[in-house]
């Protein structure tokens, strides 16, 4: 396992599963930690400092990421501007060389199970298991599983798309302590600011710039994840090409303040619809597959292709459920460098990077 053969001293092991457990919200230790989100279209970084039950946001930050110069070129003048006072970050991963899967298994003890895992792995993964890095986790409040049954979620992230990410940043003399997955990062987030999604079935969803990515918790456990090809890049390009409209101007339709009536809102609902119905084919398969669930409470939603305008509205309105949109920062306090209403726009894009600086608090 990578916390054991990496040479670059960073762990995956137990960190990259810990939020599929239903633990208690994180609590805080005297401390400092960066969460680093390097995205396709935006790098989101912060740093948050404890001390006893106290988690102050110091800095946080967003830049947009430029094809053409090197990433660690770019974190390094971005951790400099952002006034960062660490070197160490934890880094997450998404998207290609990432799977997470929700099998069930003939009951056995975790013993039994532990032994047998890397014989069984390989056959639920698209690659090979020399190289991924594997964790699972005995999910004892299953609805799905029965008394002769246990559901475990086997989670891999291909070990050369990690090693990948750790080598660009290393460049810039960032040390990487703590690898993550996107979506777990969020959830720990989310966690934090809403603790009573623990007593419920919630689904949280991150639009993103290049895709779209739901979760659905039971009880404060991973229950389904679902990456959707379709983020906030493809929208803007639907909505230049069917407006024939430059590329800034689709990206200030897409994220005006309100669309009234006619040909811009038309354009934006018809192309959201199609990532509606995915993610209402993904809400219908998570009920079928566990049948004695409650219904979902509440969806959650972030990041940046979130900000448009009609979004929530029409997505409530498309799944018949409430959404409400969040503040990963409500229940930390804010460092001499931030303020509420400053920090407002940032909001939609920090639910990754805070995830991820309070894995290691």
Known sequence: LLAGKCEYGFFMLMQLISKLRAAKPPRAKAGRSIGLNIGKANIVGCEIASQGDQVTLEHCGRAEVRAAEPVADQLKKFCGEMGFQ???????????????????????TPEEFASSIQFEAE??????????????????????????????????????????????????GLRVKAVDLDIFACINALEFSVPEMKEQVIGFVDFGAGDTTLCICEQGTVAFSRDIAFGGNDLTALIRRKLNVSQEEAYRIQHSASLPEGEQRAVVEVALDRLFQELKLSLNYFYNQHQNVTAVSCFYISGGFSQCSVLSELLGSRIEVPVKKWDPTEKMSLGPALNREALKPLIPFLPVSIGLALRTL
Do not use: T
């Open 123 to 172: 056959k639920y993964l698209p690659f090979s298991i020399s190289e991924v890095v594997l964790d699972y986790h005995i999910n004892a409040q299953s609805s799905r599983a029965d008394e002769n049954s246990m559901e475990v979620i086997l989670v891999a992230a291909k070990r050369a798309e990690v090693e990948k990410l750790v080598k660009s940043v290393e460049p810039s």
């Open 86 to 108: 660490s070197k160490e970050v934890n880094l997450s991963i998404k998207g290609y060389g990432v799977v997470i899967r929700f099998l069930i298994f003939p009951k056995m």
